[in-house]
């Protein structure tokens, strides 16, 4: 069983920036891949960023410049760096752990984006 706990989401005015955490129960290092997810309201949940064990990183179009992930095998964590924010760009943001077995998720965390 893999427990998720993203901390970091908040208020923030347009053009701000956030730094999401994702702290792992178990030693990332052996899982394939990490990611962030995001949910607005009335719409579906959609891929923000992915990054692999071996650190190859992926982003959506709509973060693309302004987001970084990365990951820290030491402390098990995985980090969404977020600048330029945009109105657009709230939700309540997951983690999410791929396994060989299954996938988990965290609880979320919610970014507001507004002045």
């Known amino acids: 069983q893999v427990q998720l706990v993203e901390s970091g989401g908040g208020l923030v005015q347009p053009g701000g920036s956030l730094t999401l955490s994702c702290a792992a129960s178990i030693r990332i290092f052996s899982i394939p891949t990490m990611a962030w997810y995001r949910q607005a309201p009335g719409k579906q949940r959609e891929l923000v960023a992915t990054?692999?064990?071996?650190?190859?990183?992926n982003y959506a179009d709509s973060v693309k410049g302004r987001f970084t992930i990365s990951r820290d095998n030491a402390n098990n964590t995985v980090y969404l760096q977020m600048n330029s924010l945009k109105p657009e760009d709230t939700a309540v943001y997951y983690c999410?752990?791929?396994?060989?077995?299954?996938?988990?998720w965290g609880q979320g965390t919610q970014v507001t984006v507004s002045s």
């Open positions: 999410n752990a791929e396994t060989t077995a299954r996938g988990y």
């Open positions: 990054i692999t064990r071996a650190g190859r990183t």
